[in-house]
């Protein structure tokens, strides 16, 4: 006790290595046996609470049983996103140089605000998301030497809201900042947008009776005809149009909308065109997908998440904009203490002015040692095997007598219905997520209820894929009502 | 080759337990060394970007490439947050069971945007910030059971931002997010706040313009009756007053606002009262500090960093409010996607509603594990040595003939200038940093140039504070011009 009191609480390096060694072991483990837990937890509400102390400890325990504890009250409580019979939502999938990264990361534990508090910190990251911008097919303006750049964002959420007060900004001459924000910007998005822009455009202080809602055509994509006449109507009234979404890749069923229609209808109304890629810009490495996002040469942002499909674990959200001077217009505060001489020479970047929040983790090093290690061909090579076991299942789907399709298969996620209905698919639904086999989520599409499969998560292979349509199959011939 | 495409290009499982054990050794010898390394980098704008090849490998590499970049490209481009020698800005400290929370959460790889995407993410989140509402000696109300709650945010800035946004529907009994924010909502905060507020309320639309500085006291601290005389004329001229914040350690000087006074006249004009304790909240666990905020059971929100003076790394800002609905119904939009029983029961926490971003990882592993590992005692042990150690440096500033306090010295943090004014402490800290010895930064109080000192790195113990001081003087007779 004394001798603690003189050395203090920390941890010692060497019981920081051999736990440290330990818990990469056991991380090791749990992913080669992730595949046999129920992938959805099955705690009930409070369960895991009810485990768990009321109070903080006042006296510190060994490692050893916080690892106990992970095993016996945290793993049940999981719904496993590293299972490869994840088929929810969209993946957030990682890989083993990813937590390499993360971990090096968290070892430095340097704080990237300035420049000037970790020069490599900012300098990586720049570089590396130049990187991504070749490898995705971007515009060279949207690349640090072509007056753009990149940034690291904590999620394509906080992406579009930086995207929107840009927009704002620019469509107010930087009268919203300095005078707030007035009634007559509007903003853009699809009946199919994700439902962030609609959270930025409220936080933004637009208000959501100025966020149109465009229709989609029968594949959900926008419809960019109607985008015009309702930015036209739009003048007319005294409004300005401010911002646009344009998705490739929606959140519901990958609906790719027209980009190169909307940048045109943008340009004219002189609106901020920002392209929500979140999900689908990962296979923009693959270049026969990039047909997909023609037109993004006009946009003036476009984001997509290396956490959902690139094996970067969260959280990393990639923002691109064509001009950085109108993003870091709208978000620069420059208070005395955090002035240096490195900023004001003007010569580096800051990038505490190109999100919400100051402070920031050295990021860029997950994403770096994941393309250093799977290199393009790599990573290309399992992007395209998502998309490959996706569209087999696609093709089961489509034959299958019991089944249909609800929308195109342009990537990785397939969308379908059992032909009982709504009711049917529902009750199908839960019986496959509780069987623990596998785990699937569902959206609505034409007012229907449709089930959403998505294959993304980093170890999913032929066999995860046909051992959830065998499951499928089996469970709907429990749950159907007989068609017709 | 034709063997690697068939597995695939992940690493393997014994590749990770190597490359894994590898890199915690590498960091537990980082930790080591790190007070040896220049605590400022040395590195010129542009020199490690021009270290790293212009576009992304197109083939894998091996681990050992990028670790030996590590130390030859990025060590050099870092600042040493952790070396006990960095006296700058506020700390982001870390330490070992943080660093191995941190890796937990990212090989479990979980995203907790929903209670139903991993329970535990959510359960364990909720009580660890319950536990340190106790351990803050924060009100009841503050807590799970009583209304309020804390969440894991990424930074003081997103948690202000988000607590504005609440006070903004508050005030505007939800119009704001409906039909957009109107320029009669006014903010509070005096010349010492936070830039973040600013930022904050640019963002959230109402505008630099309703953002009204309050001027503070000899010892930097908001003056409660200009601001009562603030609300009152702007009241009276049609504003509504929505937002207050108070500082318990400002960042400058760690200045503390009169809480309580704020409270009540917050209360009287029904403004939003947020208290700012990003720094020094996490000296609440020390209960001798817990007067410096009376009056914090009237405040709505709440924020202090365990990412600052906690050992737990970045991010990691913790986020209290009174009354969860008032964030909630601020914050929550709701697709198809996302529906499911359990948040549609009411019985669960969906903290995607509680921040800007959707996507969350599993943060409280780490401030968990930390709280765990030092327990309460341990804790509070390393936070008293910290202040006892600012407080013999200030003690040695106070006597000495060349140098002078600037700030009263509440928590860890000295502000001090040296007799030669401005230029001679300018030319002082640059030489200070310069050396690589120690790291300082500057702000300015009274519009002088001041020099800040706070000591919070995990490992800064007194022989770094000695040495810090003794090269300070030293220094100081190279640097300055003879006093009077």
Chains 1, 2 share one sequence.
Not at 110 to 118: H, Y
Not at 284 to 304: K, T
Request: glycine share 8%; proline share 5%.
């Amino acid at each position: 006790m004394t001798d603690r009191q003189q050395t203090g609480y920390h941890m010692s390096p060497e019981d920081f290595r051999r736990h440290g060694h330990a818990l990469v072991d056991w991380i090791a483990a749990y992913w080669q046996r992730v595949e046999s837990l129920p992938v959805r937890s099955r705690a009930a509400p409070g369960e895991v609470a009810a485990a768990l102390p009321g109070s903080a400890p006042e006296r510190g325990e060994p490692f050893a049983a916080m690892l106990e504890d992970v095993e016996r009250v945290i793993l049940p409580g999981l719904t496993h996103w590293q299972s490869p019979n994840f088929f929810a939502y969209f993946p957030a999938n990682t890989s083993a140089p990813s937590v390499l990264g993360e971990l090096l990361a968290a070892g430095l534990g340097v704080q990237g605000m300035l420049w000037a508090t970790s020069p490599a910190c900012t300098e990586l990251e720049t570089r590396v998301l130049d990187w991504l911008a070749e490898l995705l097919g971007l515009p060279a303006a949207f690349r640090s030497d072509g007056g753009g750049g990149g940034v690291i964002q904590d999620s394509a959420s906080g992406a579009a809201l930086c995207a929107l007060l840009a927009a704002r900004e620019r469509a107010s001459d930087g009268a919203a900042n300095e005078r707030g924000c007035d009634r007559r910007l509007t903003a853009y998005a699809s009946t199919e947008t994700h439902s962030s822009i609609e959270k930025a455009v409220k936080i933004a202080g637009l208000g959501r009776e100025q966020l149109r809602i465009i229709p989609v055509d029968d594949h959900f994509a926008m419809d960019a005809g109607a985008l015009a006449r309702q930015m036209a109507a739009d003048v007319a009234a005294g409004f300005t149009p401010a911002f646009v979404c344009a998705t490739v890749g929606t959140t519901s069923s990958t609906a790719v909308d027209p980009v190169a229609a909307i940048a045109a209808v943008a340009r004219r109304f002189g609106a901020w065109l920002h392209v929500d890629a979140a999900m689908a810009g990962s296979a923009m490495i693959c270049p026969e997908f990039r047909a997909l996002q023609a037109g993004v040469e006009q946009a003036d942002s476009y984001c997509f998440d290396p956490h959902k499909w690139l094996f970067t674990n969260f959280d990393c959200s990639c923002l691109f904009v064509r001009e950085r001077g109108a993003l870091i217009r709208a978000l620069s505060v420059l208070p005395e203490y955090l002035r240096n001489r490195a900023s004001e020479s003007g010569a580096v970047i800051d990038y505490r002015d190109w999100h919400v929040p100051l402070g920031r983790r050295f990021r860029a090093l997950k994403l770096w040692f994941v393309l250093r290690h799977y290199g393009a061909e790599g990573l290309r090579h399992h992007l395209r095997e998502h998309v490959r076991l996706a569209r087999w299942f696609a093709d089961q789907v489509a034959v299958h007598p019991d089944f249909e399709l609800a929308a195109p298969v342009p990537f990785n996620l397939v969308c379908f219905r059992h032909r009982g209905g709504d009711a049917g698919s529902e009750a199908l639904l839960e019986r496959l997520n509780g069987s623990g086999r596998l785990y699937l989520t569902h959206t609505r599409l034409d007012g229907r209820f449709t089930l959403r499969l998505c294959v993304g998560q980093t170890h999913t292979e032929a066999s995860h894929v046909e051992a959830a349509w065998a499951a499928i199959r089996a469970a709907a011939e429990g749950t159907a009502a007989p068609a017709g």
